[in-house]
């Protein structure tokens, strides 16, 4: 298991909520990208531009608690698998406390727009992630 973690705030807007005064259900994974993109450019800026695009193949989300507009969210990003040419991301989005509001999982995949396939994760990526294979 790896020890990589970042964590970030994220701003509720009144835009997020739905009819029941919560974050929508669908927001949940705009918040997941919001995250995921900080991190990209905190952890891994160097290697954003090695012409290879990272996709999300899958998302999924556990919803445990509603997220009101004067909650706290903060959300833990850590890397659960690391493979070939994908990795698994998994979140927790809490309120730096007690609340747990949801738990979520994101497959990555290594996409190479030039070939138009996916391909090897770059060995900087797996060493930025502590994987030093």
Known sequence: MSTFQFETGIEIRFADLDAYGHVNNAVIFSYLEAARVKMFQERFGDFLHCGVLFLVVRAECDYRKPIGLNDS???LVSL??????SFTLGYRLHDGGEH?????????VCFDPQRNQPTALPAEIKEAFGNNE
Do not use: N
């Open 73 to 75: 969210l903060r959300i």
């Open 80 to 85: 659960e698998r690391l493979g070939r040419s």
């Open 100 to 108: 747990l509001f949801a738990e979520a999982k994101t497959v990555m």
